[in-house]
């Protein structure tokens, strides 16, 4: 994976040199329907003298010939490449259905193209064939792919895949966001949040709106030293640490919850006409993503042990607001068991304080009850210990008088 958080290879391709690849190497043509001499209409300002059509092969040709340097030689390469796109789709389609696992390095190289829809088709072919645990290495860095139809397209391709390894992948890699406009990597300087040396940024495990931003890094100890440099309190595991703010991560959840209630709420008072279907699709959009974001947040929370491991937290800034004091920023440092990679995620508050202020107000007075009730359940147990230290001793004293009572009476019958 790139470090610089962009593309996850250390090389791309160009489309040019992908379409060389999989379209003019002889055994691959063959393999396909590439072969095939069925005619595509040529939309060239200048078509062939003898005829009006050229096959799949000549297309690809004159594309990689006169479309490659700049200043292009053919007037019309923006409709070659189209062509060649939709050529390569269904040259990739047809190795994915063939469902023959020695095709899998070269669909993989198609990951290497700029052109995302190859890659989503790339993906789809490599779902007919059907992953397996020994893919799984390969499959990790295209599923950070920046851009999220082709992130999608990879996790389902994944999620037709058998075996433990692969399984494990496929709940790591779940990808919420859609759109085929490629996304660059959060700046976590924005939000005043530090990023350890030698990271590369998840795109799928990412989302700055929600306050969390993950990464992978190279090593443990010198990511957990990073942190702990950063520190204002920690390390704490995460189990602690979620027991010892549990009202205030309480809080931060209600206040979450409520303003995702007041979207939808104001959604639903803006609902259009169903027989406007542009505004409706438009509507669909807007709810879709009030739902992948409510989604996203449950995700970028949740550390199951058998993702995570057993994750550490540092916090990196503690806040005043209300009558508590709340962890406004923190970095959660973990093992990443799908990637095999340490990894971490930096958390931060989104919401305002007096969002927080209101969820506070509600859970101060579950705060003071469990004190009540804990102060109760205190008093009853030391109420009880006395009760039973008492008869513990009153045993004792009976137990005392029982021994003198015998001794006396044996001495009296001479014993």
């Known amino acids: 994976m790139d470090g610089s958080g962009g593309r996850p290879m250390k090389m791309q391709l160009t489309f040019t040199l992908v379409v060389t690849f999989a379209l003019l190497v002889p055994s691959l043509s063959r393999a396909t329907s590439l072969s095939s001499r069925g005619p595509i209409p040529d939309e060239s300002a200048n078509p062939p003298p003898k005829a009006a059509t050229m096959t799949k092969r000549e297309v690809v040709k004159k594309y990689v010939a006169g479309c490659r340097k700049k200043p292009a030689k053919e007037t019309n390469c923006d409709d070659l490449r189209k062509n060649v796109v939709e050529i390569s789709k269904e040259a990739l389609h047809t190795l994915g259905s063939s469902a023959k696992r020695a095709y899998m390095p070269t669909i993989l190289k198609i990951f290497k193209s700029d ?32 851009v999220p ?18 399984t494990l992948l496929g709940q790591r890699t779940v990808s919420m966001r859609t759109g085929l406009t490629p996304e660059k990597p959060a700046d976590p300087g924005k939000y005043s949040m530090p990023v350890a040396p030698e990271s590369t940024y998840l795109f799928y495990a990412s989302d700055a709106a929600s ?29 602690e640490f979620q027991e010892k703010y549990r009202y205030q991560l309480q809080d931060e959840g209600q206040a979450r919850d409520q303003a995702q209630e007041e979207k939808a709420k104001q959604l639903d008072n803006a609902k259009p006409d ?31 042990p058998n993702l995570f491991g057993a994750p550490t937290v540092y916090i990196l800034e503690e806040r005043q607001i209300g009558q508590r004091s709340y962890p406004t920023r923190y970095a959660v440092v ?27 107000a509600a859970s101060m007075v579950d705060e003071k009850q469990e004190e009540a009730l804990k102060k109760q359940d205190e008093a009853l147990k030391k109420r009880g210990e006395a009760l039973e230290d008492m008869v513990k001793k009153k045993g004792e004293q009976d137990k005392k008088k029982f021994k003198k009572g015998q001794s006396d009476l044996e001495k009296e019958l001479g014993f």
């Open 115 to 146: 052109e995302p829809v190859l890659r989503i088709a790339a993906a789809d072919a490599i779902g007919m064939i059907g992953p397996q645990d020994s893919d799984a290495d390969l499959l990790v860095p295209i599923a950070n792919d920046p």
């Open 149 to 166: 139809d082709v992130r999608r397209a990879v996790a389902q391709m994944i999620s037709h895949g058998k075996g433990s390894a692969i």
């Open 211 to 239: 306050g969390r931003l993950s990464y992978v890094t190279k090593g443990m100890d010198g990511t957990m030293a990073f942190f702990k440099a950063k520190a204002k309190k920690g390390p704490f595991k995460l189990e």
């Open 274 to 304: 169903p027989t406007n279907m542009k505004a409706f699709m438009e509507y669909m959009e807007k709810v879709q993503f009030v739902q992948a974001g409510q989604t996203t947040m449950m995700l970028l929370d949740s550390y199951q």
């Open 334 to 360: 973990y093992q990443d068991q799908a990637l095999k990679r340490p990894g971490y995620r930096l958390s931060w508050m989104t919401l305002p304080d007096g969002a927080i202020k209101t969820a506070q």
